[in-house]
């Protein structure tokens, strides 16, 4: 199963932490390329998310 997070930040300090948080399981990031408004906005996939829980990346299965 793939799963694909918006995240939405004012700075880029905030993304870099976010991203930092989530390195191990991020497949690839990408920054929205319409920074309009008071928030900008990525898009982060995080892959094979069953295959990361089975190898113990911190995750539980619900």
Do not use: N, W
Not at 5 to 34: A, D, F, N, W
Request: aromatic share 4%.
């Amino acid at each position: 199963m793939s799963v694909k997070i918006k995240i939405s930040y004012e700075r880029p300090e905030e993304l870099h932490i976010v991203l930092k948080q989530l390195q191990p399981m991020i497949k690839t990031c990408k920054v929205s390329g319409k920074q309009e408004g008071h928030f900008k906005r990525a898009y982060a996939d995080l892959g094979d998310v069953d295959k990361d829980c089975s190898a113990g990346a911190g995750l539980s299965k619900t």
